[in-house]
């Protein structure tokens, strides 16, 4: 808290909390927390949280755990030691809820060593807070995300010991072989359950089911449903049929996709907008417009409305084909409709423009999202700023990419690897290499296939030498300008006089945790790095029985690409709830 002329005031402590009891004040602003972060409003539920140290109130063990599954859900992973330090500071002792909450935590993060760790200390050193059914699934599910089934099969087979697994767990255990499509092994999770009174249900047959499908065996697919179903006398649901649809599909079978849609009415399910989205998907990528058309009108006669994914396949359809026209009129239908257009949808029709070698009508669409009140996201300013590269036009280029950053959106890798490659069809290498430090002062790290770009630049040119300099270690680019002769522009007479025939050419062409007393949290919430997480102590394996084993640029085309950003996450130290 703080006075008038910004100096901070001590707040008074609330009595009740200094006894060691959780007022009513903590009581009602946690339930707050609760409400907030089930209304996705995790900045104001943590604002909550430090007005209760504000007013001179203290945290009870149920307001941390609810903070930790705040964190946990926002991926805020590299605050959790600290707040694992405030709990220990409060004097406050763990419950089952905090260490399943806890364990979940590591799950999420991939650190699945430190999950078995907290497992151990849990279960060997505070009595009263043995391992519960959820303690178990959430280990489960933990070795299955991290595509290690077998290791999910011990937890199992060591829970059985404990306490006794219920469907989820059954559940979790199916979809971590599944995962792997190890079905045999899969089915065998499912033959133990009857035994254990314990009967498969829905989610169970799905999870079997989308394994098939995946594994373009959508006809075992059905064929489960028909025959496994039907003799537990289970009623199918829109999601499984949705999984067998979907799997045709992708098998090209789309005849066979749209008798299974027809065929739902006769099992007492009727399709929703989802599964006809995926069949409407499924012809149009085959490019048949008369049987996509066909869908539209079946969906009319279901009485289902098409919502905006229905309408962005077919803009996404017709401007691939460079029929804007055609979207225009589909754009209308929407908006006619009472639907919104997204974010995605402006980007759909930007790209068609863009492959249209129409730019500006692309950037026009930029003005259309402000009037109406949609915020341009980095997609759709980069496929404008790519629709003006494609025309040798970096001018405007660079300038959308200036408008971008001056509507505060943060430009990502595609971003300036499309600057960098038009800069490269410009014959401008020097040019594509600052792109290099415009992407340090966004913090953006470049990838080696950023440097290969830059390299591509200058080898256009006849460069060699330079290609090779960028290609060098990262730190070697970083430090390339440090030389006159490495400067980016400043050549010798030989390649000034490459570059200015280049470039008339171009212008003709233009047309582990450590034994603490209960936990220390030393890699935990890590290092960023990929990789296996800690090992646990042997003991755990002893008590346990278990043995844990451990861009698609091109000169002449440029092709959509996803990137996969990890999370860094600072390496933290803290000393946590001793005795």
């Known amino acids: 808290m703080h006075d008038g002329d910004g100096g901070a005031v001590q707040a008074q402590a609330c009595a009740t909390c200094a006894k060691g009891h959780a007022c009513q004040a903590v009581v009602s602003r946690t339930r707050e927390m609760r409400a907030l972060i089930d209304e996705k409003k995790p900045h104001q539920a943590h604002a909550v949280f430090a007005q209760l140290a504000g007013e001179g109130h203290r945290p009870s063990l149920v307001t941390y755990t609810t903070l930790l599954s705040l964190l946990t859900s926002q991926r805020a992973f590299e605050r959790i030691p600290a707040l694992l330090a405030d709990i220990e500071a409060a004097g406050l002792r763990p419950d089952p809820i905090f260490f399943n909450a806890l364990i979940n935590a590591f799950v999420e993060a991939g650190r699945m060593g430190e999950a078995t760790s907290v497992f151990w200390k849990m279960s060997r050193h505070h009595p009263g807070c043995r391992p519960t059914v959820s303690t178990f699934n959430t280990l489960i599910k933990g070795f299955g995300i991290a595509g290690r089934p077998e290791e999910s099969q011990r937890i199992f087979d060591l829970m059985t010991a404990w306490v006794r697994p219920n469907l989820t767990t059954y559940n979790i255990l199916v979809k971590a072989w599944c ?27 799905n999870t079997l089911a989308s394994a098939y499908a995946k594994n373009d065996e959508t006809w075992r697919a059905e064929e489960l449903v028909v025959v496994e179903m039907a003799r ?116 759909i029709l930007a790209k068609g423009y863009v492959r249209a070698q129409q730019p500006g009508k692309a950037e026009e669409l930029l003005q259309q999202m402000g009037r109406l009140g949609v915020r341009p996201n980095v997609v759709t300013f980069t496929t404008v700023i790519s629709g003006w590269c494609s025309v040798a036009d970096m001018d405007n280029a660079t300038r959308v990419y200036d408008k971008m950053r001056g509507a505060g959106v943060r430009p990502n890798l595609r971003t300036f690897e499309t600057l960098i490659w038009g800069y490269s069809e410009q014959k401008q290498p020097w040019k594509a290499e600052k792109v290099l430090q415009m992407m340090k002062d966004a913090g953006v790290r470049p990838k080696q296939s950023t440097y290969s770009l830059v390299a591509d630049a200058w080898k256009a040119v006849g460069i060699v030498e330079n290609a090779n300099r960028a290609l060098g270690s990262p730190d070697d680019c970083r430090r390339r300008n440090v030389s006159d002769h490495d400067e980016p522009g400043r050549h010798s007479d030989d390649e000034i006089d490459r570059l200015q025939r280049f470039g008339r050419t171009d212008e003709q062409a233009k047309s582990d945790p450590s034994n603490s007393s209960f936990l220390q949290v030393t890699s935990a919430l890590g290092t960023g790095k990929t990789g296996k997480s800690a090992s646990p102590p042997a003991s755990f394996w002893r008590l346990c029985q278990l043995r844990m084993r451990s861009p698609g640029f091109c000169r002449n085309q440029w092709q959509k690409q996803c990137v996969f950003y990890g999370q860094n996450i600072p390496s933290l130290k803290a000393v946590v709830f001793l005795n």
């Open 179 to 205: 995962d792997q499509r190890r079905m045999e092994q899969a089915w065998a999770v499912v033959g133990r359950m009857r035994p254990a009174a314990v009967e498969p249900d829905v989610v169970t047959y």
């Open 232 to 347: 537990a006398r289970l009623r199918t649901s829109e999601r499984t049929w949705g999984i067998i649809v979907g799997g045709y599909c992708r098998e090209g079978r789309l005849e066979e996709a749209l008798r299974c849609v027809r065929q739902m009415k006769d099992a007492g399910v009727g399709p929703n907008v989802i599964v006809f989205n995926t069949l409407l998907k499924g012809f149009l990528d085959a490019n048949d417009a008369a049987a996509a058309a066909d869908v539209l009108g079946l969906m009319e006669q279901f009485g289902i409305k098409p919502d905006i994914v229905t309408y962005s396949h077919q803009l996404n359809a017709l401007s691939s084909l460079g029929h804007m026209a055609r979207c225009a009129k589909v754009f209308d239908r929407m908006l006619e409709a009472g639907i919104e257009p997204d974010p995605q949808v402006y980007s």
